[in-house]
């Protein structure tokens, strides 16, 4: 048999791609997702007022509140943060979701619903890997046209405090990175529901709510009773928002700053395996309704 030519028994060997293709190819979806959202960026400047209405609204309202302990003569701290801390970590809690939220789980629910989710499932990625690495590329665009600015009125406009430190602003950005993969990860599973339910539009509005809540982006967690930060502390939601804003406030540090960092890592491969078994076992029982 020459060269080149295949025997009637002979197996092909399946093809795949190196490590090197697949690591071009989802930077190649990150590039695509940034410019993607550059083509509609007059709408994140829009988004640099609303934003800042938000922390105005909480300034505020803790301003007030502070200012009635004070009347009171009780003590100037509520949850172990001072009235300068608190406006700090209002402001920082929004700039940092301006950097990590993304519609995964929404966008998600729309493949499922329209029927989109089939032509996907034959092309040659994996949905998940591809959605994450758009989430990085919305959240680099999200950086530079959405997050610098609101820093930029924000932090003059409320008095926002410094970092403790040029390293608590360095871990926190390493913080808010992670926040990004855990939130990613949370909304995938989110998404993965509409296999199962179809229309998932209730629980969409139901996480929208729930996880500014949770992650501590209303309210801080030292605010609540005891056993409500034991549950919590249990869940991946204070690893989203609380625990990159304690990092700046400096409220973390040493070994806390080494738990807090670690709990983040271990609920992002644990949501990342999780948010992978769901999609396996959901994709093997697929109906398509639309398309």
């Not at 729309?110 to 959240?139: C, D, N, W, Y």
């Not at 709510?209 to 609540?224: A, E, H, Y």
């Not at 304690?246 to 990342?272: E, H, N, S, T």
Request: charged letters at 10%.
């Amino acid at each position: 048999m020459s060269a080149g030519t295949i025997g009637p028994g002979a197996l092909l060997a399946p093809w795949r791609r190196t490590p090197l293709a697949t690591l071009g190819l989802y930077g190649h979806f990150v590039r695509l997702a940034f410019l993607k959202f550059l083509a509609y960026r007059l709408r994140y400047y829009t988004g640099v007022v609303s934003y800042t209405v938000f922390v105005a609204g909480h300034y505020y309202l803790y301003l007030a509140l502070y200012a009635g302990r004070a009347a009171e003569g009780l003590p100037a701290q509520i949850g172990g943060l001072t009235v300068r801390e608190m406006v700090t970590y209002v402001a920082v809690s929004w700039i940092g979701r301006s950097l990590y939220f993304n519609n995964i789980s929404r966008d998600l629910a729309r493949m499922v619903t329209e029927g989109e989710i089939a032509m996907h499932l034959i092309k040659p990625f994996h949905l998940q890997s591809v959605m994450m690495a758009e989430a990085v590329g919305e959240a680099g665009f999200r950086l530079l046209m959405f997050t610098l600015p609101i820093m930029v009125v924000v932090a003059p406009l409320f008095g926002v405090g410094a970092p403790v430190d040029a390293a608590a602003l360095g871990w926190t950005l390493v913080s808010f990175t992670l926040s990004l993969v855990i939130y990613s990860q949370l909304g995938f599973l989110v998404g993965c529901l509409a296999f199962v339910m179809k229309n998932i539009q209730g629980v969409l509005r139901a996480q929208m709510v729930g996880m500014d809540f949770l992650t501590g982006v209303i309210v801080p967690f030292t605010f609540f009773p005891g056993w409500f930060q034991s549950v919590v502390a249990w869940l991946p939601f204070q690893c989203i928002g609380y625990v990159p804003v304690m990092i700046y406030l400096g409220k973390r540090q040493g070994a806390d700053l080494a738990q807090g960092l670690l709990l983040q890592v271990g609920w992002a491969l644990v949501l990342g395996v999780a948010a992978r078994l769901v999609w396996r076992r959901a994709t093997r029982r697929l109906t398509v309704q639309g398309g």
